[in-house]
């Protein structure tokens, strides 16, 4: 779902920020709702300590008809707590099992809000789900919405996935950013990268990753526009990328809300799996 991304405008310069701060905002308050697991799923949950980095909020959503995984990176507005309909569309497409985790700040997280420690964070927490048997024998894959993307692409770069989903999110750090300027201003404003965002290769992670990739944009998505996704999926295919790009109606977050994105989802999951037990 749309973040609450934190800008800051410049008296008379009119510049918008983007650090570390805007993509990981800490004074949100936590949804109302607690998780349910989808129909047919049973849950589990953990606070699981990753050594050197901090204490993760992790639950796993089990179908004991599946033996794939599938990690979901939600929006830097997202809490596990309030991703029960997210949850219930995802396990209908991908009927795989489901583990999804909380940012900085969330649900008991405690790994620092910086992009040293979120880069840190993923190759830590597979090896942390292996030692626990989250993971399953028959594929794996990673899911990430709009912010969500970066995270789930710095999740795969060390390869190990067989395949990575990304909706509603650009090719790199200062676009998702921008996307999040309101519209109507966002002609006239300039952006100011913090340097130490650079050092997160987004689209070079994916490539880097090996796996094949499906892009999902939504038609009416003003935060991540359609042309933006299309232009990411030409550049991975200039790379020799394994890439296949949906389009759907709706706004930023609502992909899976419409039938055939989550017929495109359960199609690169049955294309790229792998058999049980390989």
């Not at 405008?9 to 510049?15: K, P, S, V």
């Not at 990575?164 to 966002?186: N, Q, Y």
Request: glycine share 10%; net charge neutral.
């Amino acid at each position: 779902m749309p973040t609450l991304f934190a800008l800051s405008f410049a008296l008379g310069g009119c510049t918008v920020a983007i650090n570390q701060d805007s993509f990981f905002p800490q004074t949100m308050p936590a949804p109302a709702a607690a998780l349910t697991a989808p129909p047919g799923y049973t849950m589990e949950e953990a606070m699981i300590v990753l050594p050197s980095v901090g204490t993760v909020h992790v639950v796993r959503l089990d179908n004991p008809a599946s033996e794939a995984t599938l990690i979901y990176s939600g929006g830097n507005g997202s809490f596990v707590a309030g991703q029960s309909q997210m949850a219930a569309a995802l396990a209908d497409a991908a009927k795989t099992d489901i583990i999804l985790y909380d940012y900085p700040g969330r649900g008991g997280t405690t790994v620092p809000p910086t992009i040293d420690a979120s880069l840190a964070t993923g190759p830590a927490l597979l090896e942390a789900l292996r030692a626990r048997g989250w993971i399953g024998r028959a594929g794996l894959f990673a899911y990430g919405l709009s912010f969500g993307g970066s995270q789930a692409a710095a999740m795969v770069r060390n390869g190990g996935f067989d395949g990575l989903i990304i909706e509603g999110s650009a090719a790199d750090i200062p676009r998702i950013g921008r996307g999040f300027v309101p519209a109507l201003v966002r002609p006239f404003v300039r952006l100011r990268v913090d340097p130490v965002l650079a050092r997160f290769e987004y689209a070079e992670y994916a490539i880097a990753s090996g796996a094949p990739i499906l892009l999902v944009s939504s038609a009416d998505d003003r935060i991540v526009a359609a042309p933006i996704m299309r232009d990411f999926a030409a550049d991975l295919r200039a790379k020799k990328v394994d890439v296949t790009f949906v389009s759907v109606p709706g706004g930023h977050g609502s992909a899976l809300d419409d039938p055939a994105a989550r017929a495109a989802v359960t199609r690169f999951l049955a294309t790229h799996a792998r058999p049980a037990g390989g």
